[in-house]
């Protein structure tokens, strides 16, 4: 059903949906439709990145996108993955501690990683020299990049990653936004979460900051109709069948609703399946039945995460209120907003 939906989309039908030259801005002070920049401008440049959010930024993205992990001796960094062997060379620096979360090295042992060059191999499209040896980023310094251009303002979209490793970062991030003035600009910071006790924890550390938790078919989330288990091998399979699993039923997705008002956010973000299938396809939240169901709650809707104008033209004709986006330039141009130069152009000024 959805693929025929999809592949009746006229040329036509392509085209943005949505002129505006800005976003419009909601009563959470978040814009709407959001451009969230999903780890920086990760397609163009190594995820969580000096270059990854410079670029976003310059793109003129709402929101910089990261997830946040804690160093061994405290100190708040934007890192993804549990482990760090799929964007580091951790394996050569410290190989003993390969498959070690995070959590368990210094900043100073993080600071140490090359967290570029894995990229290069990765995309040779894409690759550039001065992508060696970028570093892991601190909370600090990636508000220091949002901060770096009077013209160029964007907030901050922080998920709490893995929570349970972590306890009391709740706490931690409310106090370094605090110490940087961000808790006092409506809208700048949003936290988001798939964690129902990260989110209550942070609703008691930051009442007043918009925040969503994130939705997932899946262990630790939604309750799928089908009780089977993911047994392919490749990211295809793996693409496969997420888009085949759906919610056990229209109330256990209402359930996630209730939870996410009960917890205190403003919205919740969606997994969606991408057209064309992928490392980061996952279930399909977006079905316009599920917006509705958000939107009668009160809840924004910012699905996750699409870098396709088919997929942005889709999530946008279901009524969902912002996207988060590796290609933060494509989404902006989709939308009509302007964008000084190309990607490349950017990269290039940035000294890329
Ligand atoms: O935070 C929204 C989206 O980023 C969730 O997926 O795995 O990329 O953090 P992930
Ligand atoms: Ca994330």
């Not at 403003?266 to 991408?274: C, H, K, L, W």
Request: proline share 6%; net charge negative; aromatic share 8%.
């Amino acid at each position: 059903m959805r693929n025929c939906f999809m592949h009746s989309l006229t040329l036509a039908a392509l085209l943005p949906v949505v002129t505006l030259a800005s976003a419009a801005v909601s009563s959470h002070g978040i814009p709407n439709p959001a451009v969230i920049a999903h780890r920086g401008a990760s397609y163009d440049a190594p995820e969580s990145t000096l270059p990854a959010y410079l670029l976003a930024r310059e793109i003129g993205a709402d929101y910089l996108e990261m997830d946040l992990q804690r160093t061994r001796d405290g100190v708040l960094v934007a890192v993804h993955d549990d482990v760090l062997t799929r964007t580091s060379n951790v394996a050569e620096r410290f190989p003993e501690r390969q498959g070690s979360p995070v959590s368990a090295f210094t900043l100073a042992e993080l600071k140490s990683l090359d967290v570029g060059s894995w990229f290069n191999r990765a995309y040779p499209e894409r690759a550039r020299a001065a992508y060696r040896n970028l570093r892991i980023l601190t909370l600090d310094e990636v508000i220091d990049i949002a901060e770096g251009n009077p013209e160029r303002r964007p907030g901050l979209y922080i998920e709490t990653k893995q929570p349970a490793q972590f306890p009391g970062i709740e706490e931690d991030l409310k106090q370094r936004l605090a110490a940087r003035g961000w808790l006092e600009q409506p809208g700048r910071v949003v936290l988001q979460t798939f964690d129902r006790h990260s989110l209550e924890l942070l609703h008691q550390a930051m009442p007043q900051t918009p925040k969503i938790l994130l939705l997932w078919v899946g262990k630790g989330g939604i309750e799928p109709a089908s009780g089977r288990s993911f047994a392919g091998t490749t990211d295809d399979d793996k693409a496969a069948f997420y888009a085949q699993q759906q919610p056990k039923d229209h109330a256990e997705f209402e359930r996630w609703l209730d939870y996410a008002k009960a917890g205190g956010a403003i919205g919740t973000g969606p997994s969606a399946t991408r057209n064309a299938l992928g490392e980061q396809s996952y279930a399909d939240l977006i079905q316009p039945w599920m917006i509705e169901d958000n939107h009668a709650r009160g809840l924004l809707v910012h699905a996750y995460t699409l870098d396709d104008a088919v997929d942005f033209e889709r999530a946008m004709k279901a009524g969902v209120d912002g996207i988060f986006t590796n290609r933060a330039g494509e989404l902006m141009r989709f939308y009509g907003r302007p964008v000084a130069q190309s990607e490349g152009q950017l990269l290039r000024t940035l000294g890329y």
